[in-house]
């Protein structure tokens, strides 16, 4: 197997270097995952021993997990359940199934090394400390850190522009911004919204067209100034549908086609039969919401107006709606932009596997990206023997359920435009685009 000799990993012991009672059992409990002790400057010395060296900065939080910091492993059975801190439990179904995949790929001996940047404002500590003592000297590829702000942090001060910084799970567009190595793995809510919006106007431009969204709120607040007096004030609320709804229309001229707006200035919709049309014409509802509320009502109310040929448009928290019948999406053809295609079978077979490597069921959205990240950049790696320069002309690949397709904004960082629409049938769902 590719990476067994060569996993080093790192915890801030200098955080709590003044109990050593602390620092023992850590030890103890993780110096499984490496085959040597080594300090960082003796590793450094060692690059003909493996052919990549890539970077992992996770929140394993071991100072946040009491549980197991007085732990004895020799008392440790195979039952035993230990009540982990969250980012704890995410950064290891992350690295285990980053590990899984590097274990697959037996032509290639990886370097990984591992730091645990714990969370808060220790995190920042910890990240500049793996900055100035040039932990990542050599390094040909950075995973994480997982969360947005840390991420942020991190790139704003590391320096090395020419070694790719993978962000994992951030969906915030601006991560990118100023940051040439930069790589979001999760495509973006606005790089959805404008393929979407492209697919609907470009394939209905003859159809009849009604965009439903929430209007501004207005809500009754009782105040109380002084004792034994009060006064009612409104207080207003701008929904996101308004952002949704900005965003799908931002370049289109909707002068040219059959296109109505409807504001609702509710959770609750009336009724709609009366603004569909019925002479012919096919009708075409955008829905930009993604409160359950509201959606799940004005699905209802579509449905109710048994029109055959409708086709809805929706938001990407449609997936795996179960809120209504499958058969009465299916009836109105509902479709939704989403980063992944679904496959059962392939995600069964995943866990299996997974189960029979570490013996334990893992949370599927952060072990999977773990996985298809160290899959596709891994054998990228191997075939190329760097990243940055050619990521924005490899053609789109999926590895498991996630789609790659990358593109580069002028100077910026890389996204993921690795976008699909989905609609459902009777079979789950399929790709319309």
Known sequence: MGIKKYIFIFFPYFLFAQNNNLVSPIKNVFSH??????????????????DYHIALLLPFCIESNESILSLNPDSINENYQPDLFKKSLISIDFFNGFIMALNNLEYLNFKISVFDISHDNKSEVILDHIINSRSLKGVDLIVGPLFTDNFVYFTDNFKK???????????????VNNHSNVIQIQPSLENQLKTFSNYIFDNHSSDNILLIRRDTLFKKVLTRSVPDSSSISIDTIIPKDIYLSNTLLFEVDTSII?????????????????????LGERNVIIIPSEDNVFVTDLLSKLHACRDSGMIVYGMQNLYNYDHLNFTDLTDMNLSFPYHKMDNSQLISQFIVEFYNQYQYIPDLRYCLVGYEIATYFSQLLSQSDYILPILSSINSSKVLENIFDFY??????????????????????????
């Open 161 to 175: 522009k020419k070694v790719p910084i993978i962000a994992p799970f951030s969906k915030k567009q601006h991560i």
């Open 258 to 278: 059959k296109f109505k707006e409807i504001k609702i200035n509710a959770n609750v919709v009336d009724s709609i039969y009366h603004e569909l049309d019925t």
């Open 33 to 50: 995952y490496s085959s040597r002790n080594l300090s960082i400057d003796t590793i450094n010395q060692k690059q003909d021993l493996f």
């Open 408 to 433: 580069q904004i002028d100077d910026n960082g890389f996204i993921n435009e690795g976008v699909v629409i989905l609609r459902y049938d009777s079979f789950g769902y399929k790709k319309i685009n």
